[in-house]
């Protein structure tokens, strides 16, 4: 149980392009998404959390406009990186929670993302 | 806001043992462990809640202080699979609890 499903697995596109990736939990209800983006040997940095229906909250420093998270319903949820730059490279990772607080994260297995 | 783990790194030979620690600035509500492996996704290991507790299966368990401050991750008897890089994550505000973040990792490497 508790899978999530994340699409796709690696992306290579030009500059400037528009990226959207997916994040799905199979099994069961998601209220909280986490999306998070690691670099090589670091740990994972959250970028925003959503909670299904209502606006994502982002971190500081993570702009808003660059990365729009969209939370449709309680088993999806999306980033879109607009107008995608080489800094944006990197490792993408979501996550779902069942529930509240007190419950574990359940990870994706990532997207790369490299802009050329 | 980001935990302080420690040791960066650890190499062990199979059947040694190691721990892992995790440490916050402030009051933790609930802190969660997580192993990664090379080019995975986190696989969730366990969460403690209360100070004091401590949990396990197999033989890896964890400890969370009384003070909340702290928690620490043992690995007894360690296995090959047991490498990977080891992540803790704390939430520190019960009305806040979409707030997460992860230590820096402690990269561990069991050889036979």
């Known amino acids: 149980g508790a899978v999530v499903s994340q699409h796709p697995s690696w992306v290579i596109c030009k500059s400037g392009t528009s990226v959207k990736i997916e994040c799905r939990s199979l099994d069961f209800q998601a209220t909280t998404m986490f999306w998070y983006r690691q670099f090589p040997k670091q740990s994972l940095m959250l970028m925003a959390t959503?909670?299904?229906?209502?606006?994502?909250?982002?971190e500081q420093g993570v702009e808003k406009d660059k990365f729009l998270i969209n939370h449709a319903s309680l088993t999806l949820s999306t980033l879109t990186v607009t107008s995608a730059h080489p800094e944006d490279s990197s490792f993408y990772i979501c996550?779902?929670?069942?529930?509240?607080?007190?419950?574990?994260?359940?990870f994706g297995d990532g997207t790369r993302l490299s802009i050329l | 806001q980001q935990p302080v783990q420690s040791p960066q790194a650890v190499i062990l030979r199979e059947g040694e043992d190691a721990v892992i620690n995790c440490s916050s600035s402030?009051?933790?509500?609930?802190v969660h462990w997580y192993r990664q492996k090379h080019g995975e996704a986190p696989v969730f290991l366990m969460i403690l809640l209360k100070g004091g507790e401590q949990k396990g299966h197999d033989k890896i368990s964890a400890s969370f202080n009384e003070k909340k401050q702290q928690s620490s991750l043992y690995l007894t008897a360690s296995q090959l699979s047991y490498s990977g890089t080891y992540f803790c994550g704390t939430e520190s505000d019960v009305y806040n609890f979409n707030k997460f973040y992860f230590g820096s990792g402690t990269k561990l490497n069991v050889k036979p």
């Open positions: 996550s779902a929670r069942e529930g509240e607080a007190y419950q574990p994260q359940h």
């Open positions: 959503s909670n299904e229906g209502s606006k994502a909250t982002y």
């Open positions: 402030k009051a933790l509500y609930s």
